[in-house]
């Protein structure tokens, strides 16, 4: 229930960073008639919109296009010359980002009747919040700061310097050669951009392989496309050390005793994020927290009764715009809604790599099935042996489901293909409901589509044993080899 306010009241909800997740608190907020005032030491839409989500898939979309026209003998089309304008190609970006922002982002926030106060905030006691000087105080509070960059120890890095997510979607010209420390998603992502924006690119990451926590037979096809395309991928090592050489930086690694060195004119670090709870005063306001972030239970509350933290701050969460999302809104009815509490359930999280092609995923790999103690039965099957992906010339990646052997429950979904995260969707509802996998081979897919992997897998998991999966796809199965320039 929402109290009658004075000038001098307290608002009844205070929300720290106007970030993806802290915007839809604040909004859903003020549409339950709240008073809200919200801070953000930054830019109005945090890391997704402005450097992070919404820059880079417009660069991957642009260097997909460079891509298709270079290639675009393939499909009998001559383009006699491919010139990138990089120029351009950033102004693109810079009106993609204003257009999904609608403007200005600031007056957008006060236009919709939150009070929006720009600058670092910090806890003076659990109700009281620091902004400039100004104190604000809130019966509820929501904590929604996002997370930064983590900087490795490596000797040297910060002498010889370099760029981060936030630079490199806003170069003013691409580097001739990009080392990029890290072999997660925002550096297999901007690899590929950069490659085929003729960047010189190697991946340095200090997993086993890229992306680790991926199905391993997924992420080894998409490191074949990245090294197709001219990346050079270092897995299993370390940086050690960096030093300035004539034309670069000498990115200087080890790997089981073994020297790993690369020359490049820019290093891009990638190496992970960390919550951003430092400086906001949490040990004041009785907020419970580490390196890790803050922690929260399972309706996102926080040690201090009236305090909710949401995204990327929060302690062993996922770092998505979507799990943001969804946090801010059981977050604010839990803060402002009443009962009953509503709980967050994140065993049906998507997500996706916005590689060529896209990698997402949904539940749990095989691993994890296996370690949870499941009786884990998988189907894998190719993309290049749909008709769609011959058509299209579009046949890299696979898609694989885990299922329980016993039930034949979903428990997890792995796809690798040109628009993978589109094809996730029925996957993960079918993991959210605990379907059996018979729920997806029983619904019929359009001809030609590659959603039909999907199906294919399903149905190879509902099948008896002893039949022919040749056989049974009929027709829709390519029988012959599939040319790599097709």
Same mark, same amino acid.
């Given at each position: 229930m929402v109290h009658a306010h004075n000038g001098t009241a307290p608002y009844d909800l205070l929300v720290i960073g106007a970030g993806g997740a802290g915007s839809t608190a604040a909004g859903e907020a003020i549409g339950r008639g709240a008073r809200v005032a919200m801070i953000e030491r930054w830019k109005v839409g945090g890391t997704c919109l402005n450097v992070g989500c919404d820059p880079t898939k417009t660069l991957v979309r642009s260097a997909e296009v460079a891509h298709l026209a270079r290639h675009a003998a393939r499909f009998g089309i001559a383009v006699p010359e491919v010139t990138p304008d990089w120029a351009a190609v950033n102004a693109r970006v810079a009106r993609v980002i204003d257009t999904i922002r609608g403007g200005d982002g600031d007056q957008n926030v006060r236009d919709s009747g939150v009070a929006l106060f720009k600058g670092s905030a910090r806890f003076v006691s659990p109700h009281e919040v620091e902004v400039n000087g100004e104190i604000l105080r809130a019966e509820k509070i929501i904590v929604a700061t996002g997370a930064s960059t983590v900087v490795p120890p490596i000797v040297g890095l910060m002498e010889t310097g370099f760029i981060t997510n936030v630079e490199a979607v806003a170069l003013p010209e691409p580097p @001739? +050669?990009?080392?990029?420390?890290?072999?997660?998603?925002?550096?297999? !992502?901007?690899?590929?951009?950069?490659? @085929?924006?003729?960047?010189?690119?190697?991946?340095?990451? +200090?997993?086993? &392989?890229?992306?680790?926590? !991926?199905?391993? !037979?997924?992420? *080894?096809?998409?490191?074949?496309?990245?090294? =197709? #395309?001219?990346? /050079?991928?270092?897995?299993?090592? =370390? $940086?050690?050390?960096? #030093? @300035?050489?004539? $034309?670069?930086?000498?990115?200087?690694? #080890?790997?089981? $005793?073994?020297?790993?060195?690369?020359? *490049? #004119? !820019?290093?891009?670090? *990638?190496?992970? =994020? /960390?919550?951003?709870?430092?400086?906001?005063?949490?040990?004041?306001?009785?907020?419970?927290?580490?390196?890790?972030?803050?922690?929260?239970? *399972?309706?996102? @509350?926080?040690?201090?009764?009236?305090?909710?933290?949401?995204?990327?701050?929060?302690?062993?969460?996922?770092?998505?715009?979507?799990?943001?999302?969804?946090?801010?809104?059981?977050?604010? &009815?839990?803060?402002? $809604?009443?009962?009953?509490? /509503?709980?967050?359930?994140?065993a049906a999280v998507p997500w996706a790599v916005f590689t060529d092609p896209e990698l997402a995923r949904v539940g749990l790999t095989e691993r994890q099935a296996r370690e949870a103690g499941f009786d884990v039965r998988c189907a894998t099957v190719r993309i290049r042996d749909l008709a769609r992906a011959i058509t299209a010339g579009e046949t890299d990646g696979l898609v694989k489901l885990v299922s329980d052997c016993a039930s034949g429950r979903l428990l997890g979904g792995h796809i690798l293909a040109a628009r993978g995260g589109e094809l996730l969707g029925e996957v993960a509802l079918a993991v959210r409901l605990g379907l059996p996998a018979a729920a997806l081979a029983e619904t019929m897919h359009a001809y030609p589509t590659l959603s039909e992997a999907v199906f294919w897998a399903a149905f190879e998991l509902a099948k008896p044993d002893d039949a022919a999966m040749a056989a049974m796809r009929g027709h829709q199965a390519a029988f012959a080899d599939v040319p790599d320039d097709l």
């Open positions: @001739r +050669s990009l080392a990029i420390i890290g072999g997660g998603v925002v550096a297999v !992502e901007f690899a590929q951009i950069f490659a @085929r924006f003729g960047v010189e690119v190697t991946i340095l990451g +200090s997993a086993p &392989h890229l992306l680790p926590g !991926e199905e391993d !037979e997924l992420t *080894a096809a998409l490191q074949a496309v990245l090294e =197709r #395309e001219g990346v /050079r991928v270092e897995t299993g090592g =370390r $940086g050690t050390k960096i #030093e @300035r050489v004539p $034309g670069g930086k000498r990115l200087i690694g #080890e790997r089981d $005793g073994q020297t790993i060195t690369c020359v *490049a #004119e !820019e290093i891009l670090l *990638a190496a992970g =994020r /960390r919550p951003a709870v430092h400086g906001l005063g949490l040990d004041l306001a009785g907020v419970a927290f580490d390196d890790k972030g803050i922690v929260v239970d *399972a309706g996102l @509350r926080t040690s201090q009764p009236h305090i909710w933290a949401i995204g990327d701050v929060v302690a062993h969460g996922y770092p998505f715009t979507h799990v943001a999302d969804y946090q801010a809104r059981i977050a604010e &009815h839990n803060a402002l $809604g009443g009962a009953p509490t /509503r709980h967050v359930d994140y």
